[in-house]
């Protein structure tokens, strides 16, 4: 999940940041950013003992023989730049297929685009 955040966010960095530059070592920064993670969840329980249910959200199934879509956007400034992003995966979470497109001008109440997958 964590991974998964990183690629996505480092995508979004590089379309929208000029000046966004890759990690050199991701796998360092990734495994440094669960162990903060960790310590911070540690440090966490130990100051709030009462603190006893940890919930994950996740992706959900569909139903057997359905298709789910998973889509988001985003956008920065004033609607100067947008992009959005999805993925179609199988009842049985495996992957179909995926798309990332950079829209332009847009912002979160409305859009004009139109996708061909």
Not at 1 to 17: D, G, Q, S, V, Y
Not at 30 to 40: A, D, G, K, L, P
Not at 91 to 115: E, N, P, T, V
Request: glycine share 10%; charged share 25%; aromatic share 10%.
């Amino acid at each position: 999940m964590t991974t998964c955040w990183h690629l996505w966010a480092w995508r979004n960095k590089a379309i929208f940041e000029e000046v966004f530059q890759r990690p050199d070592n991701p796998t360092y920064v990734i495994q440094n950013f669960i162990r903060t993670i960790e310590e911070v969840s540690q440090d966490h329980l130990q100051k709030n003992p009462h603190h006893k249910e940890i919930v994950y959200i996740g992706w959900k199934r569909p139903l057997d023989g359905w298709v789910k879509l998973n889509c988001d956007g985003a956008c920065k400034g004033n609607g100067e730049l947008a992009g959005c992003g999805g993925h179609l995966q199988k009842s049985d979470g495996r992957w179909i297929k995926g798309f990332s497109r950079k829209i332009g001008a847009c912002d979160a109440l409305h859009d004009d685009i139109s996708l061909d997958c």
